[in-house]
């Protein structure tokens, strides 16, 4: 079950989102040759990811920031960048071109201090833009929370798009990231639990100047929790299975 698209149609050219989705594309495929080199990867990783016991001893701080722009391999990248193509177009709508760029980083930053702080003896490098892009996701909770998400859901053979609203979909999704990171080994692999959750609280508390400046609950009472504009509308299921009738 994840999310394909959403029903909020931006008000102008969110070229920064388009521009983060380019730059950890083009990123990743210059460093493609490095799959088949795992000592050359290492030492890639050991200069531009972000491994917590490098900051304990005082350097790797560029991590924080470099390790946004990596990812561990195509289906990595491609969850990620599908996340950002969904929810940043309009969080770059509400906030302009330039403050977004530095709400993603902050946020993606941010992630990244949690990160260490849940582990901060791990020598595990830590790749992904999920942080910031988590972040993303909690501003787009805080303005838009009714706003319609489209999810494919996989059943065995059965495959159908559920349109649901924006808040339950990142609810479930925070939620699994709580559940997860209880259950993770801090100095472990895998996937950065609490980086998620903290970027997307991270999203939260920078978007919410920008919410209470819209009059904070009476935004919410006059938006109804929806986009302030017509809601872009698709068919909603891709596979229709037949009915087969009792007799």
């Not at 209470?212 to 609950?217: E, I, Q, S």
């Amino acid at each position: 079950m994840f999310p394909i698209r959403d029903h909020n149609p931006s008000g102008r050219v969110p070229y920064v989102t388009y521009a983060l989705i380019a730059a950890n594309i083009l990123i990743f495929i210059a460093n493609w040759h490095l799959q088949n080199d795992p000592r050359a990867q290492l030492n890639f990783y050991a200069s531009y990811a972000l491994v917590p016991s490098f900051i304990s001893q005082g350097f790797g701080f560029e991590g924080f920031v470099t390790s946004l722009f990596l990812h561990g391999g195509v289906m990595h990248l491609a969850g990620n960048m599908l996340f950002l193509f969904i929810f940043g177009d309009n969080i770059e709508d509400e906030l302009g071109h330039f403050r977004f760029a530095l709400f993603y980083l902050s946020a993606g930053v941010g992630a990244g201090l949690v990160h260490y702080m849940s582990g901060p003896f791990s020598n595990v490098p830590t790749v992904g833009a999920s942080g910031a892009i988590a972040g993303v996701m909690g501003g787009y909770l805080l303005l838009f929370p009714k706003a319609r998400v489209d999810i494919l859901l996989f059943l065995i053979i059965f495959i159908r798009v559920f349109p649901v609203p924006a808040w339950l979909m990142l609810m479930l999704w925070f939620g699994m990231q709580i559940f997860g990171g209880i259950g993770s080994d801090p100095n472990g692999g895998g996937v950065a639990y609490w980086a998620h959750a903290g970027g997307f609280l991270i999203g939260l508390a920078l978007i919410c100047p920008v919410w209470l400046r819209r009059g904070g609950p009476e935004f919410w009472q006059r938006s109804h929790g929806h986009p302030p504009h017509p809601e872009t509308r698709y068919p909603h299921s891709i596979t229709q299975i037949p009915r087969i009738p009792r007799r």
